[in-house]
């Protein structure tokens, strides 16, 4: 019932305690489906303790990769016809394998990284949508699945190319489940970081490089060949990523200064995580080593335990010093390497503070 | 009929803009797009449709004139209904075809 739709507001219609029934006795995508009502309502009335009593019941052990492949067969219908499913034969297909292997190191990544099991922490199946629609230009996390276009082919090629694509998606995804940051300027911009920040880690680990080592690109080889451009952005350096006579060049600032009041792109958050990305590759650089597991971690117990649908840039800043100081110690290495790297892009820790009780 | 279309927003965000006039396109072209424009009604669509609130969702702007009509609808994708979708989809392709320098 939830599941043709794209807006979980209509899950609302069925009784929270209908779903808890189904999720208690349903067959296996039942019992999803209504858990999955449950959690999001659950959370709309601020209920989360109700959860941790109830998730058992509807939880994959952990561990437990489910993978799910549809192709929609260029129309708009969704998830379309089930192609791929877990553990199945490897398909003729690029665009299906692309998206089966993607999610599957998306979900190795987290588990291994962060001990997450899935988008929702309990096992949530991994659902994808390759060939959606004719040149579609996008992919998307509806809420609910993944959705990949093949792009027009002279602009974009497939969108399943890129592994950093896969993993911003599916991060939309625990952002969604975790934070529910309002998709509208800077808790919008601070959305898209969070899904640049874990795509990019997701390739860091595929590729098992070190934070030097890395490119920080983002979506790079989507690119029609004919583009001028390495990728779509560039976390290491903001608005280098492309130059390009028939499409512009890369508009994102690596500055609070260069900050782009605009609004279209909900309020530029594709624009604007341009300076929360700069601020973690600083981080990242600074600590060395493997970027997941330092400056990942700080990110990723930021996102879980701190972020608010409202936070902004200034807030994000000091949620991280503050977690940096809970896991590693006040004064640690890496708390002040997290001061630095947000003093790099013009937000300063501890300025929000400050002038709000108008102390210098 | 005189279409503006504007895309932006996606997960790419690289904006897609033009001006279209079923006069210059060809006419089988030309014949698809008021058959599209037929279905999709674009002047009884509210101008701006509730957004999903998608990440990621492409973004619509379209101003379109015809029969001494004339209609602005701002509009997320997943928002769209089917049929504007499909005629969202058909300017698209005619917007990236007039794009200069074109490979």
């Not at chain 1, 899950?11 to 208690?24: K, L, N, Q």
């Not at chain 1, 553990?87 to 190191?105: F, H, L, T």
């Not at chain 1, 004064?331 to 102390?359: C, D, M, R």
């Not at chain 2, 058909?90 to 075809?97: Q, V």
Request: aromatic letters at 8%.
């Amino acid at each position: 019932m939830c599941r043709d739709s794209s807006q979980y507001p209509l899950c609302f219609i069925i009784p929270s305690h209908v779903h808890e029934h189904i999720a208690r006795n349903g067959n296996e995508r039942q019992k999803e489906t209504a858990f999955r009502a449950l959690t999001v309502s659950s959370r709309m009335r601020g209920q989360r303790e109700f959860l941790t009593t109830f998730a058992v019941l509807a939880t994959t052990p952990t561990g437990t990769k489910r993978r799910t492949i549809y192709d929609a067969k260029n129309g708009m219908t969704l998830p379309g016809k089930l192609v791929r499913g877990e553990g199945g034969p490897k398909s003729a297909d690029r665009s299906v394998n692309e998206a089966y292997d993607g999610s599957g190191k998306t979900y190795d990544f987290y588990m291994k990284a962060f001990q997450r099991n899935s988008i929702d922490d309990r096992g949530m199946r991994l659902d994808s949508t390759v060939h959606y629609r004719r040149n579609f230009n996008n992919a998307f996390w509806n809420g609910q699945q993944m959705v990949y276009g093949d792009g027009d082919g002279q602009i974009f090629q497939r969108f399943t190319k890129s592994i950093d694509v896969i993993g911003h998606e599916l991060t939309h995804g625990v952002t969604q489940y975790e934070a529910e940051l309002v998709y509208q300027n800077q808790p919008g911009a601070l959305n898209e970081h969070f899904s640049d920040v874990f795509g990019s880690l997701l390739k860091q680990y595929v590729k098992q490089q070190t934070a030097k080592q890395a490119d920080w690109l983002i979506g790079e080889a989507i690119f029609a060949p004919s583009i001028h451009g390495v990728a779509l952005r560039s976390m290491k350096a903001p608005g280098t990523a492309y130059n390009d006579p028939l499409i512009g060049r890369d508009p994102q600032p690596a500055h609070m200064k260069n900050y782009v009041k605009t609004t279209s792109d909900n309020g530029g958050v594709h624009i604007n995580s341009g300076i929360p990305n700069r601020a973690f590759y600083e981080v990242a650089i600074a600590l060395g080593g493997r970027a997941w597991e330092r400056a990942g971690k700080i990110w990723y117990r930021t996102l879980i335990d701190k972020i608010q649908p409202l936070t902004n840039f200034a807030e994000c800043a000091g949620m991280t010093h503050e977690v940096a100081g809970t896991i590693y110690g006040q004064g640690s290495v890496e708390q002040k390497a997290v001061k630095a790297g947000w003093a790099v892009v013009g937000v300063p820790i501890g300025a929000q503070l400050a002038k709000a009780t108008g102390a210098k | 009929m005189r279409v503006k279309f504007e895309r932006s927003g996606g997960f790419a965000n690289v904006p897609l803009r033009a001006e279209l006039d079923s006069a210059e396109m060809a006419p089988d072209r030309a014949q698809e797009l008021e058959d599209l424009v037929a279905k999709a009604r674009p002047f009884d669509q509210p101008s701006a449709p509730a957004s999903a609130n998608v990440p990621d969702d492409l973004q619509y702007h379209l101003t379109i004139e015809h029969g001494g009509q004339s209609k602005t609808i701002k509009v997320s994708d997943t928002a769209a209904p089917d049929e504007l979708k499909s005629l969202l989809d058909f300017l698209g392709e005619e917007a990236l075809n007039k794009l200069p320098n074109k490979s």
